[in-house]
């Protein structure tokens, strides 16, 4: 009879969670079917066009499929979801394209790394160059990132009644010490790296020090080469600016425009009659064309006598499979792999955007790197983030490629180990009781102090991963192993700062990276294959579905502080030894 009712519960749950699943599938079917009826797809591009590029959303390396990105109304643009990939493909196709007669940048807030920014900035230099087009540029508030992108336009426009937020760089950290202490959680911490500030949060009230040197250096880097980029394109100088923003000058629109930052205040239709006046386009023809949809009217693949494989390794460093915003070990090697034993792959690029993240998982990747690097040419080309672990799976390529603005290096690593007893037993009343076969069979545990013997241990494996770090850097950068140690210790440097010391050999975009393993490989032409494949949307909609609709009501309930929250919870997901960033770095 038990048997029974539990054969019967189990296949009455089953067929109710198999229902479910059905719904879910059902809805992205009728989601894609009506996207296809309703989303405006270009068959063509009119002539006169304008495209229209607005960095609204969340700028990943590649365009992400997204079955429910649904257009209802004709007369509402669809939300523009464009990776890198697909922005700049439109920038460079724009350039000699004959219906293209120019670029509309309409800008606020980017929710993009500073090194996405750069990218794109310099294809519409490039653009600018080789096209002879124009890129008109406008804002009604501009932050200074927005307005790093606004400034290799010919014409920089400002809402009359808007602002630049002109002030210079920082970072600020939330530290959770006291915290910690009222709540009777002392953090057990192992590192190596004086630099390696991840742990300062949670066992420091300031930034140490050497953190605050080293932030110093990263942002003073950052903030001087974005500064280079607008003096140059504006006719100004860096130190114009820096007194500006040291001053506080640029409080609204017109002081703005008195000190040559924009060139006229417009209104949003008044900017538009322009373009349109521009664009030679009459009232009621269509002008604009958004990247989502130019992008749909041509194609990048090019003919050639091999291919190269660009690699995407975008996210924090997992165990395991992984998906299209994490790197996980199994996918990415897998993907190395592929590229490695496919005859027609004459190279390889491995496009890394991470801060890095499981140390085991890192050695993982960096061995399918070495191995391939053996066949063929392997180039890395960093973006926003390339450091710890994400450097880590870089450092044995031929040849490693970043933006200036890029974050790299972080060569350290580090545990933690939270001890709750006093907690437990002091404010929640709860004791616990072991028995074990060992003298230290339960270690490690949250409800106890570790023993000396019990941290010795994992201090030694935190050093033993600290030298193979070390000498896969150094083998990998042809340099010493002591020399490595002198530079690593756990900082984090610019990708200018990098290429200075040794740690990046050039600068530039995924354009100059292919350039170069094609030079390497001795091809003229080639076409591209992007791996891995991603993720079947409707998979991703049914696995991710509850949780991200729940991540996007608590980020717009906590709005600031869900970031520095969201970092505590990341400790369910680290087992073992770490090469993670020490903390975000945003640009604004």
């Known amino acids: 009879m038990k048997t029974f009712f539990g054969s019967m519960l189990g296949s009455f ?3 109710i969670i198999g229902l479910v699943i059905i719904f879910f599938i059902i809805i992205g079917i009728f989601a894609g079917l009506v996207k296809s009826i309703k989303t405006k797809e270009v068959q063509h591009v009119y002539s006169n066009s304008i495209l229209e590029i607005k960095l609204d959303h969340a700028i990943g390396e590649r ?73 008109i540029a406008y804002g009604v508030d501009y932050t200074q990132k927005s307005y790093y992108l606004a400034s290799v336009a010919d014409k920089v426009y400002l809402y009359p009644e808007g602002e630049i937020f002109m002030k210079g760089l920082s970072v600020e950290i939330m530290f959770f010490k006291k915290a910690l202490d009222k709540l009777g959680i002392q953090m057990q911490v192992f590192r190596h790296g004086r630099f390696k500030s991840f742990v300062e ?31 140059a394109s504006r006719h100004l100088t860096v130190g114009n600016i820096n007194e500006l923003a040291n001053n506080l000058t640029i409080n609204s629109a017109k002081e703005a425009m008195e000190h040559n930052l924009v060139d006229s205040l417009l209104y949003p239709d008044e900017v538009k009659a322009k373009l349109k006046k521009m664009g030679q386009t009459l009232e009621n023809e269509n002008t604009f064309v958004g990247v989502d949809e130019y992008r749909k009217s041509f194609s990048t693949y090019k003919t050639g006598t091999g291919k190269i494989a660009i ?34 792959v004459k190279a390889i690029v491995l496009r890394v955007n991470s801060p890095g993240g499981d140390g085991i998982a890192s050695d993982m990747i960096w061995r399918e790197v ?53 907690l437990l037993e002091d404010k929640l009343g709860i004791t616990t009781d072991t028995v074990s076969t060992n003298a230290h069979s339960a270690a490690p545990s949250v409800s106890y102090p570790l023993e000396p013997k019990e941290a010795m241990v994992l201090q030694n494996a935190i050093e033993d991963f600290y030298h193979t770090f070390l000498k896969r850097v150094a083998d990998g950068r042809n340099m010493s192993i002591a020399n490595v140690d002198s530079i690593g210790q756990g900082r984090v440097w610019s990708g200018e700062q990098a290429r ?89």
Not at 315 to 320: N, Q, V
Not at 324 to 339: C, L, P, V, Y
């Open 13 to 15: 749950v089953g067929a």
């Open 63 to 135: 365009t992400q499929e997204n079955p429910l990105n649904i257009d209802f109304d004709d007369n509402t643009p669809t939300h523009e979801t464009a990776g890198l990939n697909d922005i700049v493909a439109s920038i460079r196709n724009a350039a000699t394209d004959s219906k293209i007669k120019g670029i509309f940048l309409d800008l606020g807030s980017i929710p993009a790394g500073i090194s996405t920014i750069q990218t794109i900035r310099k294809e519409l230099k490039d653009f600018k160059a080789s096209s002879g087009k124009f890129i």
């Open 201 to 231: 949060p949670y066992i420091m009230d300031k930034m140490s020090p050497d953190n605050r040197l080293q932030l110093r250096g990263l942002i003073s880097s950052i903030w001087d080469d974005m500064l280079t980029d607008i003096a």
């Open 311 to 344: 690699i995407y390794a975008a996210g924090d460093i997992i165990s395991g499979e992984g998906d299209d915003q994490t790197i996980g070990s199994d996918r990415i090697s897998r993907a190395i792999r592929e590229a490695r034993l496919d005859n027609s």
């Open 370 to 422: 070495a191995l391939a690097k053996k066949e063929k040419p392997f180039v890395v080309s960093m973006g926003d983030y390339a450091a710890s672990g994400g450097y880590y799976i870089s450092c044995a390529a031929d040849e490693i490629v970043a933006e200036p603005t890029t974050i790299t290096g972080s060569i350290g690593v580090f545990g933690l180990l939270p001890n709750a007893k006093e």
């Open 500 to 588: 200075k010391i040794g740690l990046v050999d050039t600068l530039g975009s995924l354009k100059v990276a292919l350039q170069i393993a094609a030079n390497k490989a001795h091809l003229s032409s080639y076409n591209t294959e992007e791996l891995p494949t991603q993720i079947n949307p409707f998979h991703k909609l049914l696995k991710n579905f509850s949780a991200e609709s729940g991540k996007t009501l608590l980020k717009d309930a906590l709005g600031e502080i869900y970031e520095p929250l969201e970092d505590i919870t990341k400790f369910k997901d680290m087992k073992g030894v770490q090469a993670r960033m020490p903390y975000d770095v945003s640009i604004q």
